[in-house]
């Protein structure tokens, strides 16, 4: 499904976005500079400006940031959209599908983030492909597990216990498919 995927990408669509991407980040370097410029160039009055001010001013025109935020969400908005329409589920398949996606995407990090401030999990750049990370227990956190593991158990096992075995494999196949 991968190939037909990459088959099926707009190389249209991915040059503007990240062409909006590239402008955004050379929009807010300049913005870095000096923060004074938000208000004094970019919604200052034209008739005010020194000669800096007005290259600037033209310059943060030809790399508009804020625009380029607006294109790149509408694009992005659109190549989800196309995603969405290729899936053959119904529409709530596709919804379901979709939010447990965007939560196994986005959500790590919020997770792992307090983990790692804890000391409970070390977070390192990973060997094969750098622009992945590695998350590795620390000892304290290995502790953490070995305390929790014996309740979580127990919680597995009455969950199993109250809906019955075939019910409980059930709803991880349905999970392991919905996250799939």
């Known amino acids: 499904m991968a190939a037909s995927m990459a088959e099926e990408r707009n190389a249209g669509l991915d040059g503007l976005r990240g062409y909006a ?8 370097s300049v913005l870095g500079l ?11 009055r034209w008739s005010n400006f ?8 033209i310059f943060l025109k030809i790399f508009d940031g804020e625009a380029a935020v607006m294109l790149f969400f509408v694009l992005s908005g659109a190549v989800l959209f196309r ?18 996606r965007r939560v196994f995407r986005i959500y790590p990090a919020l997770f792992v983030c307090p983990l790692e401030r804890d000391g409970l999990v070390d977070v390192r750049v990973s060997k094969e492909d750098r622009r992945s990370r590695d998350i590795l227990l620390t ?5 953490l597990l070995d305390k929790a593991y014996p309740l979580w158990r127990n919680a597995h ?19 392991s498919a919905v996250t799939g």
């Not at 995603?83 to 447990?100: H, N, P």
């Not at 000892?139 to 502790?143: E, I, L, N, Y």
């Not at 969950?159 to 196949?173: L, Y």
């Open 50 to 57: 020194d000669p800096y001010e007005v290259i600037t001013k």
């Open 139 to 143: 000892r304290k956190g290995r502790s």
């Open 157 to 175: 096992d009455s969950f199993e216990q109250k809906h019955g075995a075939r019910f409980a494999e059930q709803f991880r196949s349905v999970l």
């Open 34 to 44: 000096d923060a004074t410029q938000i208000e004094r160039i970019l919604r200052g």
């Open 83 to 100: 995603s969405l329409m290729r899936e053959e589920d119904g529409i709530g398949g596709v919804a379901v599908k979709f939010y447990v």
């Open 21 to 28: 991407a590239i402008v955004v980040v050379i929009f807010h």
